[in-house]
Nanobody, 116 residues
Framework: QVQLVESGGGLVQPGGSLRLSCAASGFLFRFYDMNWYRQPPGKERELVAAITSPGGSTNYADSVKGRFTISRDNAKNTVYLQMNSLKSEDTAVYYC?????????WGQGTQVTVSS
């Protein structure tokens, strides 16, 4: 079955960087678009970044453009989110997502906290 496992979250100071990873299994990863969402405390989940298959065209939320970079390694079945110049408002649980036959699949999420 589809499985998405995020890692790489943690506590970082404002201005710092983190790289999130999402290891995928149970489906032909290279044929699927992949997304990163986040859910800040008390707010709804929002799309942060997306990458198409297999060539990797990307799209970003305005709030992270120029700071975050989504990428994928189809040989490793992994999608990444490089986050630079982090701000306190980037604090959230970050989720990996893909869609198949109209159904959404989610990882368990990884907490990112930006605080001094």
């Amino acid at each position: 079955q589809v499985q998405l496992v995020e890692s790489g979250g943690g506590l970082v100071q404002p201005g710092g960087s983190l790289r999130l990873s999402c290891a995928a299994s149970g489906f032909l990863f290279r044929f699927y678009d992949m997304n990163w969402y986040r859910q800040p405390p008390g707010k709804e989940r929002e799309l942060v970044a997306a990458i198409t298959s297999p060539g990797g065209s990307t799209n970003y939320a305005d709030s992270v453009k120029g700071r975050f970079t989504i990428s994928r390694d189809n040989a490793k079945n992994t999608v990444y989110l490089q986050m630079n110049s982090l701000k306190s408002e980037d604090t959230a649980v970050y989720y990996c997502n893909t869609q198949s036959r109209g159904k959404d699949y989610w990882g368990q999420g990884t907490q990112v906290t930006v605080s001094s």
